[in-house]
């Protein structure tokens, strides 16, 4: 079964950090770029990030570029965003996902190139 299961949210201060994790099951991890999404309450779920499948390339949304970083483990089915210099518009339920199709651009920046998505984790940032 095809699974992503995120972990790691929590409460953090302004200009704070946290670290997402996101673990994947069910098909060949190192074959697929990875994406990282938000959807805040009321508004559209948000492309944050995304990974090659190699981990030698990223692509960010400019809302987060210079503050967020992602990393991949292959041999764990291991995906991180690390995130730093929170602020709270970054407050939102964070997703990880899966592309639909194996290899090709990092560009990966709408949602509908995914196709299997985890249930998602809450960051909260507040002083």
């Known amino acids: 079964q095809v699974q992503l299961v995120e972990s790691g949210g929590g409460l953090a201060q302004p200009a704070g950090s946290l670290r997402l994790s996101c673990a994947a099951t069910?098909?060949?991890?190192?074959?697929?770029?990875m994406g990282w999404f938000r959807q805040a309450p009321g508004k559209e779920r948000e492309f944050v990030g995304s990974?090659?499948?190699?981990?030698?390339?990223?692509y960010f949304a400019d809302s987060v570029k210079g503050r967020f970083t992602i990393s991949r483990e292959n041999a764990k089915n291991m995906m991180y965003l690390q995130m730093t210099s929170l602020k709270p518009e970054d407050t939102a339920l964070y997703y990880c996902?899966?592309?639909?199709?194996?290899?090709?651009?990092?560009?990966?920046?709408?949602?509908?190139?995914?196709?299997?998505w985890g249930q998602g984790t809450q960051v909260t940032v507040s002083s």
């Open positions: 990974i090659s499948w190699s981990g030698g390339s990223t």
């Open positions: 069910g098909f060949t991890f190192s074959n697929h770029v």
């Open positions: 996902a899966k592309t639909r199709n194996r290899g090709g651009s990092v560009v990966k920046p709408f949602w509908s190139e995914y196709d299997v």
